[in-house]
């Protein structure tokens, strides 16, 4: 073997054998920052916080000690077994069992840091913020424009109007279902087209938060779809709380998964398919598996 040869393999085995070199070392240094920089943009801030929440309807306790954070732009779903207290802390939320006169809620729970339970906030303005969409679609006795207008008409809201009516639907995928029929009534669409006009409602004054109770346990399974997928575009835009029952829509449609279970409890608090997955609690997986429920 030529002295040549013997010089390349030397410093072959040497490349191959040594230390790490600083070139090694600043590739680790980078990948270790790039973690940390992409960790910190996933990262989301709260906008719904609650803080030991218990709700009474006269002496009946409907939620218990309810704490969690809810982050923004993302789909919380809530899920459990009928009168478990999830439709309770959603009208929580929105300060909608103020309207109930037996309810009485103690607690704290916070909008961007403003505890919506103090005595300088406006029920009425807080509904601004964070809208609603029901079970049960209830589009008004109006027109489709001025079913989505009203709420821009109530709250005095500055600005054109037919440009909002026609984003707001586009928002809620129904503007090319009825930009020819704006005139006509709401209560003529389909059952799966009049929730979207309750969404395109909800939004149209523009809210930080959407609240949705069940918002397609009444449709059909192609209208459930249109929703389910509207919800996700959504979150692009606007923190969105969804009650369900449908457990499958919670694991395909949200981020986060709060499980309630009997007694107003919430057993567990997590990312969606953690929940699903590898729950922490044996009863919330005994609920996800159909042991009971």
């Known amino acids: 073997m030529s002295d040549e040869n013997r010089r390349t393999m030397a410093e072959s085995t040497h490349r191959e054998t040594a230390d790490p070199s600083d070139d090694d070392m600043l590739v680790q240094t980078d990948v270790s920052e790039s973690v940390t920089e992409s960790t910190h943009r996933v990262s989301t801030p709260t906008v719904i916080r609650a803080e030991h929440i218990d709700v009474y309807y006269n002496d009946v ?15 919380t779903a809530m899920i459990g077994p009928s009168g478990c207290g999830k439709s309770t802390f959603l009208r929580c939320i929105n300060r909608m ?8 809620v103690e607690g704290n729970l916070y909008l961007r840091g403003k505890n919506v339970y103090d005595a300088d906030v406006d029920p009425v303005a807080l509904r601004r913020r964070v809208g609603m969409v029901f079970q049960k679609p209830n589009p008004f006795p109006k027109s489709i424009y001025d079913n989505v207008a009203y709420g821009l008409e109530i709250q005095n809201k500055e600005g ?9 639907l586009k928002r809620a995928a129904l503007w090319d279902e009825v930009k020819d029929k704006l005139d006509e009534s709401g209560l003529d669409l389909s059952g799966g087209q009049q929730q979207r006009l309750c969404i ?14 069940e918002p397609a346990s009444a449709l059909d399974p192609i209208a459930t779809s249109k929703i389910e997928d509207l919800i996700e575009d959504l979150a692009e835009e606007y923190t969105v709380v969804i009650v369900t029952h449908n457990m499958q829509q919670a694991a395909r449609i949200s981020d986060k998964t709060a499980v309630f279970l009997t007694g107003g409890e919430l057993v567990e608090f997590d990312d969606t398919q953690k929940i699903f997955e590898n729950p922490a609690s044996q009863r919330v997986e005994d609920y996800i598996t159909g042991k009971f429920g």
């Open 61 to 75: 306790q409907a939620l218990d000690d309810i704490s969690l954070e809810i982050p923004e732009n993302r789909v």
């Open 97 to 104: 069992n103020d309207l109930v006169d037996a309810a009485r």
């Open 160 to 168: 054109d109007y037919d440009a909002i009516v026609e984003e707001s």
């Open 200 to 213: 395109a409602r909800a939004i149209a004054p523009d809210p930080e938060v959407i609240l949705m109770d």
